[in-house]
């Protein structure tokens, strides 16, 4: 019988141990650590487009088409674009289908190629003296690849040509159309 209050006192003993680490372990911690971090950020310089030159068909003769290419110093269309040098842009170019008088009363066919369009991102703002890029492509269709120029001002500049077409009893008169530019840093 020695034996067996013996095994009940020891498996008694067990049980408090036991319950001791329980309820040790299940006690809630009475201490308490915090970490604070910050959130940081550093907003950089915004993106400018500014129309530099207007898309310039001069004087256009009834029933005659005019082409004036991107490369032409007095006449093709300029935007600069300017920001941060080397951050990656989207480019988009909204172009008219037609010019009108300034009445509406007339219209004129005006139309753009698929070489209309050179990107310089060297700062250069002459189209007759194109630097790097890229040169003669869609104006529709613009690369995606596209960046602001990182050398000296960090200036891209966009030159725009491309082609009326008069009726042979077109109106005589000034027209015009709005040519749009929208640009935006890709994050690239």
Not at 37 to 43: E, F, P, S
Not at 120 to 133: L, V
Not at 143 to 150: A, D, F, N, Y
Request: aromatic share 6%.
């Amino acid at each position: 019988m020695n034996t067996y209050k013996h095994r009940a006192r020891s498996l008694g003993s067990i049980f408090v141990i036991v319950g001791i680490i329980v309820l040790t372990l299940s006690n809630p911690v009475v201490g308490q650590e915090v970490a604070h971090g910050l959130a940081i950020a550093n907003v950089l310089t915004g993106l400018s487009v500014v129309s530099v030159q207007d898309l310039d068909f001069g004087d256009v003769l009834q029933g005659v088409a005019k082409t004036v290419g991107n490369n032409d110093a007095l006449n093709s269309g300029i935007f600069m674009i300017s920001g941060l040098g080397g951050a990656g842009i989207s480019v988009y170019i909204s172009l008219p289908e037609y010019l009108a008088t300034a009445s509406g009363d007339d219209r004129m066919v005006v139309g753009f190629g698929a070489t209309d369009c050179s990107v310089d991102s060297t700062g250069n703002i002459d189209p007759s003296a194109f630097g790097d890029g890229w040169p003669d492509v869609n104006p529709y269709n613009l690369p995606t690849s596209l960046v602001v120029g990182s050398a000296g001002p960090n200036i891209t500049a966009i030159f725009l040509g491309g082609r009326v077409t008069p009726s042979v009893d077109q109106t005589s008169g000034p027209y015009s159309a709005d040519i749009t530019v929208t640009v935006a840093y890709t994050g690239t």
